[in-house]
């Protein structure tokens, strides 16, 4: 009964999006206060009937009812009760639930809190917010209805990929949908003001908070997925340039575009038809990166349920949704006037720069993901490609390496006109850190490579540059120390969240250099009590042993890690064996310290000629890799500092007029 | 010349649109995404060197023996089922004429010894690669898959599965003739 309840919901659901399309764009053209209220409303019950929807689905999910098709296919009653909830997004048909209710989560924040929004402009969007909330919903509910019913009733379900038995899937995809959706409000915003055919700085302030929020998930997304990957695959890489992973990169680099862009309407009302642009540019791409995940026609890692006849419809929408937006801003972007000038160096020129990078980089990383496809329609399916990391290492790392130098000048400048003279001494300053921490480096680690050392440096400068803008800011270095602290409690936080966001990728940088530079990797087989060295350390294998887990079997390597200086590590790769799904998968061992993670996998077992048994043994040292996500987590802190600003908050208070 | 410009996105826009409509259709009716064509077709064979599998079984080879004539390097495992169905036309092969090499890919060296002790061994020299270390420099990514190699040694063609009866006519006696001239 409560799945029939589900989708019948769902249904209401449709119907209740289908009117908020309508009703309150009508409003906000006739100028009917009553008509622009309902949106609000319907906005809420949508989010509220979804919310049944997908209740009603965990529900079926925890209490393993296998006459749903869904959970007979992605659960089992043996599974731990987290898989359980998990699995409901473990699937397609769940994900896109999931994809639904975030979107109707987003329409309906905005119209709890966004109080202060102008009443068309916020009628106009809650319409076009569910403009995709009509597509999504009627693409799950006539081709991936998860309610869909079995009979005669299985006894029991087939389990869930073992990939995906891992509190990673608990968090990893809700975080990315947060992003992904997220940037549905930028796009519904950008679509509104189009069609009322105004942009100004309020616009700016009204849809930063929203796109900042998306951006902080999407951020905090991608790096679970990375971390998961990292851990869950055993390959001891962290980033693998497969089209999944791209697929969510491209709009993280639009979307960090938007980012700044954005600011520029909201201090200068500059950059309108651009920010506009990006705005539609980037839920496009999150759109995009949906279909190929989902179509199958690109191989990844990542995909675990792929039908190209859902592909065609997720297409579908992708081409009335932006198509239609593109249009839209075709014909109505002339009629928005653009009043703005600044001088060549000026903080404005720093964000266009930024801007400019940002979209050469999310242009190469796109053409990279697409190019065999289209290579692929061009022959007529004679020449096939694949492309992989040396293509992105070549052509996106040059792109990256300007953007993020510039990261330590822009925030220096001054708006409308800055000085370089000014800036002078602060410059020399951080360029005397790059230096020396090129220096440092360079005796550490003797033997190179000479671009890690300065990819350091790199790192030294931004940071440097970072701190010093921050410290002229609240006026660290001033003679009166005791106005400081009140200062640094006034000083907005969305600046400083800026700092901190800025920091973390320096931070960053120190993590990418060291695991991609200074990676050691070993792969050999071992007996039990045998021993390898790598630099200064040894590995022993002391002994394997068999056991089971909950719905698995597993082998289970004591290995101990001796340091040159005798600290001994004890360490405990498994390999697990699920019978329900007849797959195997690794655990690698991980030990993490400040300076490098000791990162080990056991493989299959074999017998050798002489009838001894060794198992395949992967060891790698991955040094700095904890940075790399100290760097992340920095970067996302510093997006939520921003994100609390009062003066920024979804609910923001007019502003006086200076 | 500004209206062009706001045109633009949506022009690109239909033009992605477009391909990937194409090459869904495509997929919907059987393209394979995940078959990708060796990185070494038209390079000279990996010249690493495969032990042999054991002293009664003719083996051991490098790349390098693998230039002068036209030759066939098939990598199979005994715990493969393709592999065995793919077996009478590897051994067809074999009786008319054209040499074969094979990779004994992440096996162990009693089940490959009665694997082809009791299927029969087709094989000029059979190289054993219980890690995969060598099937990785030759860009295996599964068995059974099978290598032309011309008489300079270059690798002109790759077949990814199974050869059925139906291959062996219309894709490998082309190409091994192909490879000849």
Redo the contacts between chains.
Sequence with gaps: MIPEIGLFVLFLALIIAAIQAVVPMVGAVRQDVYLMALGNRLAVIQFFLVTISFTSLIYAFVISDFSLLIVYNNSHSLKPLLYKISGVWGNHEGSMLLWVLILSMFGAALAIWGKNISPTLKARVLSVQSMIGVAFLAFILFTSNPFLRLNPVPSDGRGLNPVLQDPGLAFHPPLLYLGYVGFSMAFSFAVAALIEGKIDDKWGRWVRPWALAAWVFLTAGIALGSWWAYYELGWGGWWFWDPVENASFIPWLLGTALLHSSVVVEKREGFKNWTVLLAILTFSMSLLGTFLVRSGILTSVHTFATDPERGLFILLILFVTIGGALGLFAIRAPIIKNNFKFAPVSRESALLYNNLFLTIGCAIVLLGTLYPLFLEFASNGESKVSIGPPYFNITFLPIMIPLVAAIAVGPMLSWKRGVIGELYVKLLFAAGSCLITIFIVLILVPEGPILAACSMGLAAWIAAGCLIEWASRIRLFNSKSITNTGRLIKSSKSANGMTLAHLGIAILIVGITGASAWQKEITTSMAIGETIKVNNYSLTLKKVQIGKGPNYNLERGTFSLIKSNNSSIIMHPERRYFPVARQATTEAAIKTTLLADFYLVIGESRDTIDNKNEWTVRFYINPMMFWLWLGVATMVLGGLLSLSDRRRGISIPVRKKA | M??FI??I??IV??I??A??????????EG?N?????SALLGKEAPNIELPMLARNIPGGFKGSDLVGRVNIVNVFSSWCVPCLAEHPQISWLATNGFPIYAINH?D???DASNWLKKHGNPYVAVGFD??GRASLEWGVGGVPETFIINASGIITYKHIGPITKEILKEKILPKLHEAKR
Aim: hydrophobic share 45%.
């Design positions: 500004k209206r706001l045109i996105p949506i826009f239909i992605i649109i391909v990937l409509s194409v090459m869904t259709l495509q997929t919907k393209r995404p995940s078959i990708v064509p992440r162990n060296v009693s219980p890690e």
